[in-house]
């Protein structure tokens, strides 16, 4: 296990259509995290995972956005009815423990086009 | 809502002199960490101090932090080109919190050769 997989790395979509992004964590992480970041900021946490329970999301999260995580293992996050402003790299990570408070480990992004 | 703010927002030196990056934080506080991100990639974990810690060190990185004022410093010494990127401060609030580990909005780092 290298690190934390995301796939694809870059999607363009027109706007209106859905898209769905998959995160593959670091195999014994528990906690798995999704991140937003447009150009010039820092990431904005988008919703966390203690296994395969969702346990937060963020109060600025559109009902647009959903995510997943089956069985505690990758997780996905869906954008549905996509608009222009949805464009940004979205960052997913893990860390170990039940806790928190630990490092994060990030996986190299989702680049979203929205056109 | 993004918890930490660096400063400054740019930075621009030249190879061999030494960096220093501040974050200030609003809330309680169980540690802080600082990453560093590549143009267009995925961020890296650099270092993790905790509320009871005032200095740490690893490798060339100095982090010193100040719960009374709420602040902390990163410095990298004997810059390389390699340590051009953006950097970030982010912290857990001490109660857990809602908004996961928070990112302030981050120093770019440029190496001049």
Not at chain 1, 41 to 57: D, M, R
Request: glycine share 10%.
């Amino acid at each position: 296990d290298t690190g934390v997989s995301q796939n694809p790395r870059h999607k363009i979509t027109k706007r209106g259509q859905n898209v769905t992004f998959r995160c593959d964590p670091i195999s014994e992480h528990n906690r798995l995290y999704w991140y937003r970041q447009t150009l010039g900021q820092g990431p904005e946490f988008l919703t966390y995972f203690q296994n395969e329970a969702q346990l937060e999301k963020s109060r600025l999260l559109s009902d647009r956005f959903s995510a997943e995580r089956p069985k505690g293992s990758f997780s996905t996050l869906e954008i549905q009815r996509t608009e222009q402003g949805d464009s940004a790299m979205y960052l997913c990570a893990s860390s170990p423990g039940t806790g928190g408070y630990t490092e994060a480990f990030f996986g190299q992004g989702t680049r979203l086009t929205v056109v | 809502s993004q918890q930490g703010e660096e400063d400054p927002q740019a930075l621009s030196i030249q190879e061999g002199e030494n960096a220093t990056m501040n974050c200030s934080y609003k809330t309680s506080i169980n540690n802080l960490q600082w990453y560093r991100q590549n143009s267009g990639r995925g961020l890296v974990h650099l270092i993790l101090i905790r509320s009871n810690e005032r200095e740490k060190h690893s490798g060339r990185l100095r982090v010193t932090l100040d719960t009374s004022k709420k602040s902390s410093s990163l410095l990298i010494t004997a810059s390389r080109a390699a340590d051009t990127a953006s950097y970030f401060c982010a912290t857990w609030y001490s109660g857990g919190g809602a908004d996961g580990l928070t990112f302030g909005k981050g120093t770019h780092l440029i190496i001049q050769p």
